[in-house]
Antibody, heavy 121, light 107 residues
Framework: EVQLVESGGGLVQPGRSLKLSCAASGFTFSNYDMAWVRQAPTKGLEWVASISTGGGNTYYRDSVKGRFTISRDNAKSTLYLQMDSLRSEDTATYYC??????????????WGPGTMVTVSS | DIQMTQSPASLSASLGETVTIECLASEDIYSNLAWYQQKPGKSPQLLIYYANSLNDGVPSRFSGSGSGTQYSLKINSLQSEDVSIYFCQQNYDSPWTFGGGTKLELK
């Protein structure tokens, strides 16, 4: 059974950093592109970042470029999102998602339960 | 960025009814369209990809259609467990964008 479990969320002050992790199991992690998608409270879904199978190619939405870094450790079957210079508008539930379809035709075929990030003083 | 516009924003229907949700892309996305279901308090689940391909385990009462800029999700014989928010997503190009969602409730 495919499982994705996020961790690392919490309350953080504006301008500070947070690192999210996503532990994957039930599939060969190194064979799949992966992504982070977020959802602000009572809002819609917003793609944040993606990474290729080997980690050599990364993609970001403009609003997080230069502040967020997506990475992966295939030996540990774990996906990461390093979030620096956090802003109030980054407040959201962050989902780890497995990508299907192949770049650039990515859809998201499995999602974790999410981890909440609140940026507030 | 490709804008995805869903309609209606909310919908109320009776058990057994057929409902249709529309999604309009701001440019041709060549059937690179996915639909997701998000039940209250849960993460989204993939229903349909490439506009009309049913994901594994999804009931056959769900179907997708469309091309170009216009797409739709149809639910036949509405069940109580279908109460959810439904999102479309274009997977044609970066940044991958979602529609605003359609909240489906029982009448």
């Amino acid at each position: 059974e495919v499982q994705l479990v996020e961790s690392g969320g919490g309350l953080v002050q504006p301008g500070r950093s947070l690192k999210l992790s996503c532990a994957a199991s039930g599939f060969t992690f190194s064979n799949y592109d992966m992504a982070w998608v977020r959802q602000a409270p009572t809002k819609g879904l917003e793609w944040v970042a993606s990474i290729s199978t080997g980690g050599g190619n990364t993609y970001y939405r403009d609003s997080v470029k230069g502040r967020f870094t997506i990475s992966r450790d295939n030996a540990k079957s774990t996906l990461y999102l390093q979030m620096d210079s956090l802003r109030s508008e980054d407040t959201a539930t962050y989902y780890c998602a497995r990508s299907g379809g192949g770049y650039p035709c990515w859809y998201f075929d499995f999602w974790g339960p999410g981890t909440m990030v609140t940026v507030s003083s | 960025d490709i804008q995805m516009t869903q309609s209606p924003a909310s919908l109320s229907a009776s058990l057994g009814e057929t409902v249709t949700i529309e999604c309009l892309a701001s440019e041709d996305i060549y059937s690179n369209l996915a639909w997701y279901q998000q039940k209250p308090g849960k993460s989204p689940q993939l229903l349909i990809y490439y506009a009309n391909s049913l994901n594994d385990g999804v009931p056959s009462r769900f179907s997708g259609s469309g091309s170009g800029t216009q797409y739709s999700l149809k639910i036949n014989s509405l069940q109580s467990e279908d109460v959810s928010i439904y999102f479309c997503q274009q997977n044609y190009d970066s940044p991958w964008t979602f529609g605003g969602g359609t909240k489906l409730e029982l009448k």
